[in-house]
């Protein structure tokens, strides 16, 4: 399946590149955005987007600034940050779709921060539903315990030090995910408990008041050996979606036939008969399909 690039514009004037993944059949039902964890490129979800599409979705799969098709030429002195990958990228994205929407229901698969993320765009409201699949933001205390050392050495300590020697943070050189700009690295490294630090009083209350106008129901889903989004880290960024029902579900590699998933591993192509297949209960029907593996 070949999809059609597009050109999103963010409100600061911030250039993004996306793909569009049309259905060859009926009008879709279902428009959905997908958003890429930190440091991925979205040409690793273009499999998973061509699935939905030959299942009837319209699905729009897009790079953050700083990211991919979306990277200035240099990341020297970018201060591109998650914050604004939520309110200016994720936000034009969510935008566009709705423009080119004829269904009447836009969905998020959002990955890792791109399950978060969703809440810091004003039009939030206008999502019908979210699956998030190892949606948090990346406090080292809320790893598993018997790699949080190592995790948080690893990316709490290199990499904002890493970041500050040479102005970006140079991740495929070191084959630690994709480069990233300075403010994503540094706003991950030193990532503390509450996601809006580093905001005064005023702006910390728009903040959380923003991810409060999602209502649709959002369906966050973790795996048992992913060592970032364990249920404390799930649970924490959750909690910011306050009007909306969340349902946690933690899922073994067992479950889906596999010895290991980890936290990057459910977008690869060797899921398609497992997970994928089972997410479309979500996202066509609302329904959860690990209905026995919800968690409070």
Known sequence: MEPRITELTAADDVRLTGHWWRPAGPTPTTTVIINPATGVHARYYHRYAA????????????????IGLSRPESLDGSTFTWRQWGEKDFDAALRHALDQDRSGRVLVVGHSI?????????????VSAML??????????????????QLFLKWHVAMPAITFALGHFPGKRLGWLEDLPKGVAYGWGLQQASAEQGLSREAAEVMCDRFATATGPILSVT???????????????????????????LLTPHDL????????????ARHQYGFWRQSLAFLREGENPWGNRVYP
């Open 114 to 126: 791109g399950g978060f993320l969703p809440g810091y765009s004003s039009a939030v409201g206008r």
């Open 51 to 66: 699935y939905l599409a030959a299942n009837g979705f319209a699905v729009l799969t897009y790079d953050y600034r700083g």
């Open 223 to 249: 795996m048992s050996d992913d060592e970032f989004a364990t249920p404390k880290a799930i649970s924490r960024a959750m909690r910011y979606y306050r009007s909306a029902m969340v349902t946690k579900v």
């Open 257 to 268: 036939g596999f010895a290991k998933v980890g936290h990057f591993d459910l977008f690869h």
């Open 132 to 149: 998030s699949v190892g949606g948090q933001y990346g406090y080292w205390v809320d790893y598993t315990p018997t790699r949080r050392l």
